[in-house]
């Protein structure tokens, strides 16, 4: 059964961990995923203060989103399934409960940036790429940027 719920300030390392797998699934090199990994630890403070859900199933937590908000925007900042699970649908369910959270809190409009192999499922949520920027992650390199209106 599948379950999502809001994440536990304990639980840093562990979604850490699922964000790592995720984007090593798509098949980087060490350079690039210890660069990812330093930059894209999950804090106890981040999931303090940022809306930050789990996705379970059987109790085994198998994914989880991340929204950063200002008062410019609101960004999806962390979206990531462990790789066993990627292609199952998911993903979807994930994101639906997102799409949902946002619509219930006001928010119109989600900015993000992807893995250029990602771009087909966000797409097919219904997100528009806008263009591109650098990656923070791996010097000369763009990543694709994206809006999802909820």
């Known amino acids: 059964m599948v379950n999502i719920r809001k994440a536990d300030a304990s639980e840093s390392q562990l979604l850490t961990d699922i964000a790592v797998r995720s984007e090593a699934y798509w098949g980087y090199g060490e350079d690039f995923m210890d660069n990812f990994r330093m930059l894209y630890k999950v804090t106890e403070e981040m999931i303090d203060s940022q809306p930050t859900f789990i996705m379970e199933e059987d109790g085994v937590v198998i994914g989880f989103y991340n929204l950063l908000s200002s008062d410019r925007e609101t960004s999806l900042e962390y979206f990531y399934i462990e790789p066993g699970y990627i292609g199952k649908g998911y993903g979807k369910l994930l994101w639906q409960h997102m799409a949902d959270y946002c619509k219930n ?31 923070i992650v791996l010097t000369k390199r763009k990543i694709p940027k994206l809006i999802y209106k909820i």
């Open 105 to 135: 809190q006001g928010i119109r409009e989600i900015a993000f940036v992807t893995s250029p192999q990602a771009v087909g499922f966000y797409t097919r949520m219904g997100a528009v790429q806008t263009g591109e920027t650098d990656s």
